[in-house]
Each structure stands twice: as structure tokens, then as C-alpha cells.
């Protein structure tokens, strides 16, 4: 049995050690916002935060996460009222939206450690993350929106 | 029998939501069940599935109560609480018609479009998409095809709200109007919608109704926000991959690395005997293993021992497939279309112009890998699946489930992307088998490698474009002849047209030119191609564009007036191309830029693109696109603009790095790291210009891929007299 906590709450798993979290999420707890992609972390659409930072889940095994601090996306506010995802609404972000759980958790990260990014800054936290609809130029605008409703959130 | 559920899965119960909990999409609930049993569902009493399955039997069997909702056609639903449900019967996988397609109807009848709930259609035949000839999400018509049907569907409704509302007040239906939700009179009186449904949908169905004319929408037009948007930005939002069922199982499947081949033996005991493997079965084409979790279906499923039968494709690779394309161009091809006398015009001609461009193979590479969960019952099976083909999706399941194809349910969940590799469902049957084999739920799910190494390949095209110039520069004869393999004669034998759907493009060839010729030679090369967005839109487009530019060099004249002239009489053809080069900079770019324009008539639209592009270190940088569309009436601009920027990314993607290699049989892109895709820091800046008009509405899902490539190239010829007539552009060192 493994324990870790996620989205704030104590975990126990059954699971091989070697299962990827991302599955674990997936199939054993439910949790399917965290999405499987390329199984390489080539792609970003497992992207959850470890103790705060983005990390690809496909390729981070159970045994790794022993006694971390799990974040998926269902956990990253209660009610999509994360600076993320307000902007992300605003902008009406996603296509499909099968990769933006991944974008969201990537942007979410980058934020908590940069509070004010540039382009650059975003290219580099976002480069990760595949988006086959192309969102990118959205994506963008979204993150610097989300930078000014945290920001007028702090007046 | 069924046996109880598959013992649980691990996490502790206070740890873990329950199996079904995750469940918050907006599309609810309602869309699990089968043709015939949803229209009569509730959509408030849709909380669980085995309500769900009890409430089968027939329209009126809903378990609802009093609370049913009226259907008042078979794509709107209202419930005495005033809740407004529109079961859209297009595939959401991107394009936005789960917001689009209500709005129309909404626009007709009068309600608060945040409001509407979605649930995605059955298979039905009112939901048949004439222009694709089944129930199809495809050829970016989406939008054509329900502009009438879905704005007459509210008129219509509207029409029966007013008159059960007159009837209750005994008076003329002239003295109501409808107005957000409610029917007023002209004494002050109201009801709201729910008040009326019930009544409304036993009047019989209005025959004539009046559309609003464009002045009058007050949503059409305008951009709220999407419907779907909620469900993807929280994580609830359920593509295939998500779906849970009570005891489901999982699957992974193991097929031939050689395309075609199958298993000729299987040595599965090591496989068997790993923790959580409850079965391994051979279905055509492949070996399946299913298990607890899909984590022991995979590393199972890679301890398979399987010695291949390779079948034909063994020795193939990408030379022996452009030989053979190469070799059939030398017949003359079947002629598709005819103006004048090209032939004679070419080959009398003192100096002509040739040229042969040649497109690769492709992949889909949607960002959910492929699967399905099936879930069998002694007599039916229930279908779970991103489909873009629910009619297709059912007979599949039906013959592998061996039940009629009415005894299957098609709950077609959101589509994590489809471009055309979910109009198949070679994924479908092995997931039915499973859960036929088990008596359990069964979700099967490729890996990324599966996917890539078993796509329907966009089909290699190779385009001979032979061409003459008259003494003032103007184009007097234009001849294309496409050798490529068929898409259609697979995808449909009944189909007995002998002209692909690879040419399509060039039939709309939008410039005049005396003498015009398109043919189209047919050779199959041993693996089977598909649709991929922009299906020979984008091949054509290359061929087509580049070879303007080329033509316009040899005239010694502008691109874009070369263009211009060949349009003379096509003022909207005109302006979308004067608009790009005036937003572009045309004819002025910075110091260390280069632009190229192309431009393409398709899916009743208009699009051009003009690509400014740089070098940096020796390699070509793409810095801008400018994209100029008209595609009629748009019925929500900011899904349309999302569109555009998508379909440039798409075709950034292909024009920079597309490109599948085979050797032996095998392909060699395996995953994202081989199959190169742009990435966020890699993304040009993008311009989208969409012109106003109130034309019918045209197609964008697929619109502006194709001229990203010939945009490029042009801008690369500009920039160095360089002429690449083949892609990608990383093949011949460029990028």
C-alpha cells in the first residue's frame, strides 16, 4: 500500500509500485481530468503538480510519489475558480479540450513560481504540452489574463 | 448472468470516489442511452445508469415522472421546470458545434442560450447529414447542414409554444410572441416554455414557419461563450477515455507491426499469469489482453510471445511506395474534368510549363489515442465511443457483439480530437469481442503507438501539373493529373464513383483558365489510407499554389496580381486576397522577411494566407501567418477565428515535420517524439481577418490548412529562388 495525499486528502493505493501515477489516478481513484496521452512525457496532457510543480504523471511511478503531495486538476480549485481556469473560461480556451487538464496544470505551476511572466517565460512552461487543435495563441492571452485577475485579486 | 462486480480496485473505499462519482459533464447523463429510450428520458432524472437501463422500453417508459420533458422535435427538449435541452447530432471534437448547432436553433427560439443543456444524439435517422450521406461528422459541413434544419426545428417549436399558449387564452396566435423562454400577449399574460411543452408537443408539427432574416438574429453572429468550455477546464468533461462503467475491465491489444498482417501463433502463459490478467484473446488482426487495470493489460500485453504472419506488406517501404505511384503517372488517367482542349493547347506549345509535387503520408496523431468501451449484454451491447461515425460505429459493434445492429446504443462521448481518424472504427469490434468474452464492461485502449503505427494514413499524392502561358503572361492551359491511392473505394465498395475523393480540391479550382484538365490515376499501394482534415484540400492546395507562383515567375509578373488577373470575375474571390495582402504588408516586407501567398476556394469558403518567414542559423523560420477567410454567415466568429488559428497549426505541423516513413512494413513515427507537432514555443504569430457577409454559411474546421505549406514554400522561393515541390519542409533540410 502506498500513501500519498492527493488534492488534499490521505491516499492509500493498491497498486504495483511500478504503475505509472497517472493510471493510478485514472483507474484506480477515479480521477480521469488527468489524461493519458503518450505514455513519455513527451506530450504534457498528464500533467499534475508534485509538491507544487508541473510534473507528467505517465512516467512517474507509484513507488516515486510515496508521502508526496499530489494536485490533478480536479483539485486545483473546487469550483474552476483558479485564475487558470476563470481565464481559460473567459478566453474560451479549449477545442477539444482533451489536453487542457495538462495546459491548465502546466499554466497553474508556472504561475505559483512567476507571478508575472513574459512570453518567453510562457513558451518555456508551456512547451511541454502538445495541443494537436492548436490553442496556443489562446492559450497565451490566457495565461496573461490569468496574471491580471491574480494580480487584481492582490489589490 | 453477469457476474458481481470485478473485485475493487484497490484504493480505500474513504480515498477513492466511487466509480461513477466523477461524472459532472454537462453532456449528462440522458446521451447513454439508445435510439428510441433518450428522447423519452428526463434529463433532471438522468443521476445514475441503472436507472437509466430500467427506464428502457420505449418512449413514455422515462423515469422522470412528472417531470418528463416535452420533446418537441428530435433535436429539442423541454421539461415542465423550463430546463431546455438540444441533443446535437454532430461529433464534438473540437470545431464547436456543441455550441453552434444550439445556438441556431436558440436563435429561432427565443431562450437564453447559456442556458441550453447538450446531450449528443443516438444513432437516428432524422440525424442523418444529407451532404455526407449517413450520420457523419465530417467535411467541415456541420454547420451547412443544420443552418436550415436546426433554425426551422426552433421556429417550428416556437410556432407550437404560441399556439398552445393562444389555445389556453382562447385567442388568436397573432396577438403572442415569443420572448426569452416565455410566451407573452398582448394583455401582459405569460407563460413560460414548461408551462406550455407539454401541451405544445401534442399539436401537430407546423408546416411552413418564417426565418429570421439576418437583420433580426440576435445570436447569430455573435460569439458567447462555448457550451462545452466548463466541462474542460475542471477535468469532468468525458471523452472515450474517461468513461466508467460498474466492474468495468481494461484492454490493451497488440497488432501485427507489419501494416496487415496478423498473429500466425501466440504463446500468452507468461501473459495469463500476471497479477490482474483475466483473459487473453485473439480477435482479427490482433491478440487482446484485458485485466484489472489498464497498466497490467499493457505490460501483459507486451509479454505476449506472438510470431506474425506479415502478409503482403513486408518488404514495403517509402521508395517502393513513390515507384509505384511514380509508375502508374505514366498512364493517362481517368478524366474527371475538362475545359477546352489542355491537351492539344500543351502539347502544341512552344514552351510549357511541368512540374510534380508530391505529398506524404500522414498521420491523425488526435491527443486521445483511440479506444472504446463496450459493454455486452446477453442481446445487445452498449457502445462508448468518440465517434465521428455513430451509423458505422453500430453495425461494427452489432457484427462483432453478433446482435442486430438496433439492439446496439451508441453514446458517443466528446471526441479527443478526430480529423478524420474517428470516421473509422477498426478500434470498435476488438472491444465488443472483449466484453462479449468476459460478460464484463471492457475499455479498449491503444497506446500512442498503436495509434501512430496504425493509422489510415493520410494517402501519398503524387500531382503532375503541365501548363502554358499565352504571349501576354496569362494562363491559357492548366493541367493536373493525380496519381494516388483511393480513400473511398475502402472506406465505401458501395461507393461506385470512380473519382476519389483525393481530387476533390481541384474541382473547385477557382481560376479561370480557357483550357483545364484534371485526371486521376488510381494505385493502391498496400496500406490503407483514410480522411485527414483538409482531406485533398490540403495536398491540392500545394500542388495548385506552388505551381501559381511558379507560373506567375515565368509571366515575370506578382504573385498576387498574377492571382488577381485569373479572378477577374470573382470580386469576393478578390477581396479576400487584396484584404491579405493589405494586412500582410504585401509587396513590403521587413528587411529579413520574405512573404508568400496562397490561396484556396473550399467547403463554400474563401481563405488566403500570406506566410512571413525569416532564417535564423540557415533555417527557416515561419514568423507570421495572415489569414484572411470569408466563409459566409458566421453563426459564432470568435469558434470560427479558434478554427482558423487551428487549422494553421495543423498545417504548420505537416508543411514544417509531416511525414510517415515505412521500412519493411513497419512505421517508423512511433510516438510525439518521432512525429514531430508544433509546440507553444515553435507557434507563429497569427492574424485571422474574417470578412463579414451574410452568404450561406461555409465551412472552417478544414479550411485553412491547406495553404499554410504552398504559403511557405512561396515565401522560400521569394526569399531564395529555392523551389520545394515536395514536404515536409524538414525532409529537405530546412527546418
Known sequence: MTLMTVNDRAIDVDAAPDTPLLWVLRDHLAMTGTKYGCGMALCGACTVHIDGAATRSCVLTLSAVAGKRVTTIEGLSADRSHAVQRAWIELDVPQCGYCQSGQIMSAAALLAIKPDPSDADIDAAMAGNLCRCGTYPRIRQAIHRAVQLLMSGRE | ?735
Open chain 2, 1 to 735: 448472468m453477469k457476474a458481481p462486480a470485478a473485485t475493487p480496485l484497490a484504493a480505500t473505499p474513504s480515498a477513492a470516489a466511487p466509480a461513477d462519482a466523477g461524472r459532472r459533464d454537462f453532456c449528462g447523463r440522458a446521451s447513454r442511452l439508445g435510439a428510441g429510450l433518450m428522447l423519452a428520458m428526463a434529463v433532471p432524472a438522468f443521476g445514475g445508469r441503472p436507472a437509466a437501463r430500467a427506464s428502457g422500453g420505449g418512449p413514455g417508459a422515462g423515469a422522470a415522472g412528472t417531470a418528463a420533458p416535452a420533446e418537441l422535435n428530435a433535436w429539442l427538449q423541454i421539461a415542465p421546470d423550463d430546463s431546455i435541452t438540444v441533443i446535437v447530432d454532430r461529433s464534438e471534437m473540437g470545431q464547436g458545434v456543441y455550441t453552434a448547432l444550439p445556438m441556431l436553433l436558440a436563435e429561432e427560439l427565443e431562450v437564453d442560450f447559456t442556458t441550453i443543456r447538450i446531450i449528443a444524439a443516438p444513432v437516428g435517422d432524422a440525424y442523418v447529414n444529407v451532404g455526407n450521406g449517413g450520420q457523419i461528422t465530417g467535411t467541415s459541413n456541420s454547420v451547412t447542414d443544420a443552418w436550415v434544419r436546426l433554425r426551422t426545428a426552433g421556429a417550428q417549436a416556437r410556432t407550437l409554444l404560441i399556439a398552445a399558449a393562444a389555445a389556453k387564452w382562447r385567442i388568436a396566435p397573432e396577438r403572442c410572441r415569443a420572448q426569452r423562454a416565455r410566451i407573452e400577449n398582448d394583455r401582459g399574460l405569460s407563460f413560460s416554455y414548461g408551462q406550455l411543452a407539454l401541451a405544445a408537443a401534442k399539436l401537430p408539427l407546423p408546416k411552413d414557419v418564417k426565418l429570421k432574416s439576418p437583420s433580426q438574429y440576435t445570436l447569430i453572429g455573435t460569439s458567447p461563450r462555448r457550451l462545452d468550455t466548463p466541462g474542460k477546464v475542471d477535468g469532468s468533461a468525458e471523452f472515450g477515455l474517461d468513461v466508467k462503467l460498474p466492474g468495468m475491465l481494461y484492454a490493451a491489444i497488440a497488432q501485427c507491426p507489419v501494416l496487415g498482417g496478423r498473429p500466425r501463433s501466440v504463446d500468452s502463459r507468461t501473459a495469463q499469469a500476471m497479477h490482474g490478467v483475466r483473459r487473453v484473446l485473439e480477435v482479427p488482426g490482433g491478440v487482446v489482453v484485458v485485466a484489472e487495470h489498464f497498466w497490467q493489460a499493457l505490460k501483459a500485453r507486451d509479454a505476449l510471445e506472438i510470431v506474425w504472419e506479415e502478409g503482403a506488406n513486408g518488404t514495403l517501404d517509402n521508395a517502393a511506395i513513390r515507384a509505384l505511384l511514380d509508375h502508374a503517372s505514366a498512364t493517362a488517367g481517368l478524366v474527371a474534368k475538362q475545359a477546352g482542349d489542355p491537351g492539344a493547347v500543351i502539347k502544341s506549345a512552344a514552351k510549357k510549363f511541368s512540374a510534380v509535387y508530391e505529398l506524404p503520408m500522414l498521420a491523425h496523431a488526435t491527443m486521445e489515442p483511440l479506444n472504446c468501451t463496450a459493454d455486452f449484454h446477453a442481446d445487445r451491447c452498449d457502445l462508448y465511443v468518440g465517434t465521428q461515425v455513430q451509423q458505422l460505429a453500430q453495425t461494427a459493434a452489432a457484427e462483432a457483439a453478433g446482435v442486430p445492429a438496433a439492439r446496439v446504443n451508441v453514446v458517443t462521448t466528446l471526441l479527443g480530437g478526430g480529423f478524420g481518424r474517428r470516421l473509422e472504427v477498426d478500434f470498435i469490434p476488438a472491444a465488443v469481442l472483449a466484453s462479449k468474452a468476459l460478460g464484463f464492461p471492457v475499455k479498449l485502449i491503444w497506446t500512442r503507438e498503436d495509434d501512430m503505427t496504425h493509422d489510415y494514413y493520410r494517402p501519398p499524392v503524387r500531382e503532375a501539373i503541365d501548363a502554358v502561358l499565352d504571349d501576354r503572361g496569362k494562363l491559357l492551359a492548366w493541367q493536373l493529373h493525380i496519381t494516388s491511392p483511393s480513400i473511398t473505394a475502402r472506406f465505401d465498395p458501395t461507393n461506385k464513383d470512380p473519382f476519389d475523393s483525393v481530387i476533390e480540391y481541384v474541382q473547385n479550382y477557382p481560376y479561370e483558365v480557357p483550357n483545364f484538365g484534371l485526371s486521376f490515376t488510381r494505385r493502391e499501394i498496400g496500406i490503407d489510407v483514410g480522411y485527414l482534415r483538409s482531406v485533398s484540400h490540403a495536398p491540392n492546395c500545394f500542388a495548385v499554389e506552388s505551381s501559381l507562383d511558379e507560373l506567375a515567375t515565368a509571366a515575370a509578373k506578382n504573385p498576387l496580381d498574377f492571382r488577381l488577373e485569373l479572378l477577374a470575375a470573382k470580386p469576393r474571390h478578390r477581396n479576400v486576397l487584396e484584404l491579405a495582402a493589405e494586412r500582410s504588408g504585401w509587396g513590403r516586407p521587413r528587411s529579413d522577411r520574405h512573404l508568400g501567398l496562397a490561396f484556396m476556394e473550399g467547403y463554400t469558403s474563401l481563405v488566403a494566407q500570406v506566410a512571413e518567414i525569416g532564417f535564423n542559423g540557415g533555417k527557416l523560420q515561419v514568423h507570421k501567418i495572415t489569414c484572411v477567410v470569408d466563409c459566409g454567415q458566421m453563426v459564432n466568429p470568435r469558434i470560427v477565428e479558434s478554427q482558423i488559428e487551428s487549422g494553421i497549426v495543423f498545417g504548420l505541423s505537416a508543411a514544417l515535420w509531416g511525414g510517415i516513413t515505412v521500412v519493411a512494413g513497419r512505421v517508423q513515427e512511433t510516438n510525439f517524439n518521432s512525429y514531430r507537432l508544433l509546440r507553444a514555443n515553435e507557434m507563429p504569430e497569427v492574424e485571422v481577418v474574417l470578412v463579414p457577409s451574410d452568404a450561406p454559411p461555409g465551412g472552417i474546421g478544414e479550411l485553412a490548412v491547406g495553404p499554410v505549406a504552398p504559403a511557405i514554400c512561396n515565401a522560400l522561393f521569394t526569399a531564395t529562388g529555392r523551389r520545394v515541390r515536395s514536404l515536409p519542409l524538414s525532409a529537405h533540410g530546412l527546418v
